[in-house]
């Protein structure tokens, strides 16, 4: 996923640089991670065809647990219920066992049928809808949930 495919708008204020999130409707400190999250809602809605009252980002959730945590970027279909979770990191974080516990942990709460991991360099992607984890080579259309 490439940061030049996509249109941003981006804003320079004290010597910070700021990226408009279309789905939280604000301009976001432009981080390495956020730069990732923004380009893969973009990724959903040009590629996947999904509609931006469809996409939820930066939510926070708790755990069985009752920790608090925060999911990156959520997909809802066209019922309303979770299609795709998805994990944004950094580039310079590695996607690992550790990442892929991660969202796996909060998918036993959200019930995604779908989870994707990726930093921007390096994208998984996960089919969950049976009790049989399985990696896929992509997420499905919007059409296709």
Do not use: W
Request: proline residues 2%; contains cysteine.
């Amino acid at each position: 996923m490439e940061l030049n495919k996509f249109k941003f708008n981006i804003v320079t204020k004290k010597d910070k640089k700021y990226i408009y999130d279309i789905i939280r409707k604000k301009y976001i400190l432009l981080t390495e991670e956020e730069k990732v999250r923004q380009i893969t809602i973009n990724y959903l809605i040009s590629e996947l065809e999904i509609p931006i009252s469809h996409i939820s980002s930066e939510k926070g959730f708790l755990i069985d647990t009752g920790l608090k945590k925060r999911f990156d970027v959520i997909v809802h279909d066209r019922h309303g219920k979770i299609a795709i979770l998805i994990e944004c990191k950094s580039p310079k974080i590695k996607i690992n066992s550790k990442v892929i516990d991660q969202i796996l942990i909060y998918n036993q709460k959200l019930k995604s049928k779908y989870l994707m991991v990726t930093n921007g360099c390096h994208t998984i992607a996960l089919d969950c809808h049976n009790k049989d984890i399985k990696q896929i080579k992509s997420l499905p259309k919007y059409s296709d949930l």
